[in-house]
């Protein structure tokens, strides 16, 4: 956690992950059978959300409404949250289901910093476990299907000469602010609209520690060296499967020159230039907007959240 104690959106031990236990293998069965249990779906990698009179994630009760509910063997199990166990699964159709209560299904990445906390992080937990199954059918080893096993945790290889287990999989990225005490470094994407920019971001390769990766991609990216990396915080970001780990980082250099073609351009802001709306900043459910907060706040007279001109990539203004 942070050392200002405010856990990232969706970190968090919101759902007890250990019961029920995933390895009973009629955990799932007995969970509906019984009828005390939230159900999770996940169409086209959104979540249901309501979003008056606030927004929060719709969840279904297993003894009544099921919209596009699978067999009970193609639910996964995420544990217990407020009391019930809880269960995710996918739909599969081209379009989605008719959804009652006034929910809609929509992307997580928009709307999660308005959700209550433990709902984001639950959404998020279901949101990767979903995609773990939709990526995993076939074995990796020999192309065979696969059956779920430990209620949706691992894949198994129906092969019985192969039999390989496949488990969800992260993979590792930090996630840069780099700074020359007065001025943040960002970049962007091509991809992105216009004036949107973001921190420093790659993924840890084989034999890297997370240092060593800090320093080679923002030299890789930005031809800027850094001296001293500090580790802020992680988040998990289930979009598809990355944990994001949080550095801030000294600039040793201060000339740009962009090098493996990641980045359209990038570029030295000063305080001023974030506070009166250039650039566009992340989303502020993402770390990186943290970790561009926390380095702003710290040099400036007024906190960044209270300054009216900073605009945001989920904004309009």
């Not at 379009?95 to 910093?113: H, K, M, N, Y």
């Not at 969800?168 to 943040?184: K, N, Q, S, T, W």
């Not at 962007?188 to 060593?212: C, H, K």
Request: net charge negative.
């Amino acid at each position: 956690m942070p050392a200002t104690g405010r856990p990232n959106v969706f970190a968090g031990p919101h759902v007890d992950r250990l019961k029920p236990p995933r390895r009973d293998a009629a955990a799932i069965s007995c969970a509906l059978e019984a009828g005390q249990a939230w159900l999770v779906p996940v169409w086209h990698s959104r979540c249901v959300l309501v979003r008056e009179p606030a927004p929060r994630a719709l969840l279904f009760e297993a003894a009544a409404s099921r919209p596009g509910a699978p067999a009970a063997e193609d639910m996964i199990l995420l544990g217990e949250f407020r009391g019930r166990a809880v269960l995710a699964y996918e739909i599969e159709t081209e379009s989605a289901p008719p959804l009652e209560q006034g929910g809609e299904f929509t992307d997580l990445r928009v709307i999660a910093s308005l959700l209550p906390h433990e709902e984001a992080g639950l959404l998020a937990y279901a949101r990767a476990m979903v995609s773990f199954r939709h990526r995993h059918r076939y074995c990796g080893s020999c192309g065979a299907p696969t059956r779920p096993a430990q209620s949706g945790h691992v894949m198994s290889c129906t092969r019985e000469s192969c039999a390989t287990e496949s488990f969800p999989r992260l993979d590792p990225a930090v996630i840069v602010l780099v700074h020359d005490g007065e001025r943040a470094l960002l970049g962007r994407q091509a991809a992105w609209p216009p004036g949107r920019y973001s921190t420093i971001a790659g993924f840890v390769e084989p034999g890297e520690s997370l240092e060593d990766t800090v320093r080679r991609e923002v030299f890789e990216e930005t031809g800027i060296e850094v001296g001293s990396a500090r580790y802020h915080s992680s988040q998990p970001w289930p979009f598809p499967r990355s944990l994001m780990l949080g550095f801030h980082a000294e600039a040793t250099t201060s000339t740009i020159a962009l090098g493996d073609g990641e980045l359209e351009d990038a570029r030295w802001f000063s305080r001023a230039e974030i506070a009166a709306g250039l650039p566009r900043l992340p989303f502020s459910s993402s770390i990186a907007y943290r970790l561009i907060e926390e380095w702003y706040d710290a040099g400036a007279l007024r906190p960044l959240a209270t300054e009216a001109g900073v605009r945001g990539w989920g904004r309009t203004r």
